[in-house]
């Protein structure tokens, strides 16, 4: 294969049995319901037809594999910076990438891919619709070929990109950063339950709806499984299953954490950050330190004494149509770092370790709302109705326990709710559990939004909000006379400097 | 690179220009009578439909008064509400950025860069054009909550405005991010 792609190619013949494969993939998984039924209900004379009728759409995947392959080309345009991608069966789209949009490259492997000894490469744009290109079979010396030079270019645009170059030359390819399975057993330990939480209960609830359907295709009895459920229920007590159901949480978490971070390594690769992380599935991402809008690390009271901190590179994402999921792609998560770490890599990326400088803090009036809204009205409402049901009344201590609480976590979140700023950087702080810094730099500033209420008119209390193209930060409550100085200064920074935001 | 963290320290943060101070400039007062002929069309299709449910439906019947007091309140409401956040609507362009004010019950001021500013789009409505209005829209890498949308401009100044911005846009060379297929 020639090294410049400058010519348009084809991806490896391999490709042809990935996406085949893939699309055999997603034709299953949307009709496996109705093959299982199809197996049950029609019984063993129609097995034949059902079999041929799986071979006919492995053989049609193939097929239409075979013609992606022939119609997928791709190149680089060295003159205009571009890079090519034509594709489409029946109808020929062409996707024109500008080089210096490109946001990532992402360099995966699934498992089908490490058998055949494959790479998939992802581009990654700030483009509004999403699009993105995917080349599903490479082999790995032109994936990394490729990847070089798609991100090469910046080196001429990017004043930083010299700085970078320096410290290129003293660390080529030894990673700065690596996550050791031990420290990953700590962070499985420690954060994200939330999410984990989340897993577990999505699964739950397919598992229940998936094992109905079951039911009704078995024409299983109901009553005898309900039964057999709740006699294991009483079984073991209220506490048992709570237990059970934590360690279950811890034992989630920590396979998620080795799922997706098993041996995170970070190296520096001239311009840009290599990250690579992932146990069955190995994924290498590569972005440009300037193209990430937010930098954020965050750290609860478990972390703080083991050392480590969590670290989220945003990077620009176009709200419209994008979902959750995809979001957060454009997130990058790296675990376990301790305060070393961290602050190299906030070298790296922000050129400084940021240090905080005024901090403003909001007004006590940031408590008002979220104690009438959030505890003095539920808790009204739950008197009133015990005081209509007195059977209810026992649970009188619930209410009380849920006061205190949550005036202590409002209270706290407006301990930490502070935002400190300085020539170079803004870092707002904020959370509860998880204590939050997040890092911008005032050129990524897209626009400005100061608020107020009337009634906070004769006490100069007012609200900010900063929307950059990784999302908003807020701060709240603070004196109103400040935010409209800082904002004036904020505008005069992204006005009068003419720094390019990605 | 180092040495220039230290010689910007010295900025008088009092002589900055100030966006607060700024002269807004009120949507158009046509405007005022497109809104409410646009509440009137919501609030006449709402009558109509409950008209009609009160016709044709015996148990509502007993309560006609009450239906007819809550649709007055919720008219005068909503005129009030309109009528509040016509008043504090307004609009500014300085020579490097874009100010809107807007706002129901709390006020709220955004600000837009021009550097900042991904594309502009202008509007004319089926009401608009009769009265010779355009709705200005401004958008930023910020997503859906950092871009502005100015009603009620009079078409002329409107175009106007965008081709000012247009032009400032060629100028201040920003590579276009908008479209990237």
């Known amino acids: 294969m020639n090294n410049d792609f400058s010519k348009p190619q084809r991806q490896s013949a391999f490709g042809i049995i990935i996406i085949a494969a893939h699309t055999a993939y997603k034709i299953g998984k949307a009709t496996i319901f109705f093959l299982i039924y199809a197996f049950v209900k029609m019984g063993a004379a129609y097995t034949t037809y059902t079999l041929l009728g799986i071979g006919l759409i492995i053989l049609l995947c193939l097929i239409f594999s075979y013609l992606w392959y022939l119609n997928f080309t791709f190149f680089l345009d060295k003159e205009k910076q571009e890079f090519v991608v034509n594709k489409g069966i029946l109808n020929r789209d062409q996707v024109i990438i500008q080089l210096d949009k490109i946001q990532q490259v992402n360099i995966n492997q699934n498992i089908l891919q490490k058998l055949i000894g494959v790479y998939g490469l992802k581009i990654d744009t700030a483009g509004s619709s999403g699009e993105e290109v995917s080349i599903k079979a490479i082999d790995e010396v032109s ?75 078995f024409e299983l009895d109901k009553g005898y499984v309900k039964s057999t459920v709740l006699g294991l229920a009483t079984l073991f007590s209220v506490a048992v299953i709570v237990f059970i159901l934590l360690v279950v949480l811890l034992i989630i978490n920590l396979l998620r954490t080795f799922y997706k971070y098993f041996e995170l390594e970070i190296s520096q690769h001239r311009h840009s950050l290599l990250l690579s992380s992932g146990l069955i599935a190995k994924k290498s991402t590569l972005i440009s330190p300037n193209k990430v809008q937010i930098t954020k690390y965050s750290q609860n009271y478990f972390q703080k004494k083991l050392n480590m901190l969590n670290i989220s590179l945003k990077q620009a994402h176009f709200g419209e149509s994008k979902k959750g999921h995809e979001m957060q792609g454009n997130t990058l998560e790296i675990v376990g770092c301790n305060t070393h770490e961290r602050d190299e890599l906030l070298k790296m990326i922000l050129t400084r370790v940021p240090l905080k400088g005024k901090t403003f803090i909001p007004d006590w009036r940031f408590l008002n709302l979220p104690i009438f809204f959030k505890l003095v009205l539920p808790v009204a409402i739950f008197l009133i109705i015990i005081f209509n049901v007195p059977e209810l009344k026992p649970y009188i201590g619930f209410a009380i326990a849920y006061l205190i609480t949550g005036v202590l976590m409002i209270y706290i979140s407006y301990r930490k709710h502070r935002i400190s700023v300085n020539q170079d950087f803004i870092i707002k702080t904020s959370g509860i559990w998880d204590i939050s810094n997040e890092i911008i730099m005032p050129n990524k500033i897209q626009a400005i939004t100061t608020s107020q209420y009337p009634w906070h008119k004769s006490v100069d209390v007012g609200h900010l909000c900063l929307h950059t193209a990784a999302g908003e930060i807020h701060f709240k409550y603070g004196n109103y006379t400040e935010i409209k100085q800082l904002v004036n200064y904020w505008l005069y920074q992204v006005e009068s400097g003419n720094e390019n935001w990605m | 690179m180092s040495a220039e963290i230290f010689t910007n320290e010295a900025i008088d943060l009092e002589s900055l220009p100030k966006y607060e101070e700024i002269h807004l400039n009120k949507p158009h007062s046509d405007y005022w009578k497109i809104i409410c002929i646009n509440l009137f069309i919501l609030f006449l299709l709402i009558g109509i439909g409950g008209g009609l449910l009160i016709v044709f439906n015996q148990k509502v019947r007993p309560h006609v008064i009450l239906i007819a007091t809550v649709y007055v309140a919720l008219m005068v409401i909503f005129f009030l509400l309109f009528w509040a956040s016509f008043k504090k609507r307004g609009y500014a362009i300085r020579t490097k950025d874009v100010i809107y004010k807007s706002g129901i019950i709390a006020e709220s001021t955004t600000i837009v860069p021009l550097n900042r500013i991904q594309h502009i789009e202008l509007n004319e409505g089926m009401l608009s054009r009769i009265y010779k209005l355009g709705s200005l829209q401004i958008f930023t890498a910020g997503g859906q909550t950092g871009h502005l949308r100015i009603a009620g401009i009079p078409i002329a100044e409107a175009k106007s405005i965008r081709d000012l911005l247009l032009n400032k846009l060629d100028l201040i060379e920003n590579p276009e991010t908008e479209n990237e297929i």
């Open chain 1, 143 to 217: 994936a990394y070929n490729l990847k070089e030079h798609l991100l090469s270019r910046k080196t001429e645009t990017v004043p930083t990109a010299l700085v970078s170059d320096k410290k290129a030359t003293d660390a080529e390819n030894t990673p700065i950063l690596r996550i050791s399975s031990w420290t990953l057993f700590k962070v499985g330990l420690t954060s994200n339950y939330g999410q984990s939480l989340a897993l577990m209960v999505a699964f739950f609830l397919y598992t229940i709806q998936e094992a109905r359907h079951i039911m009704d295709v």
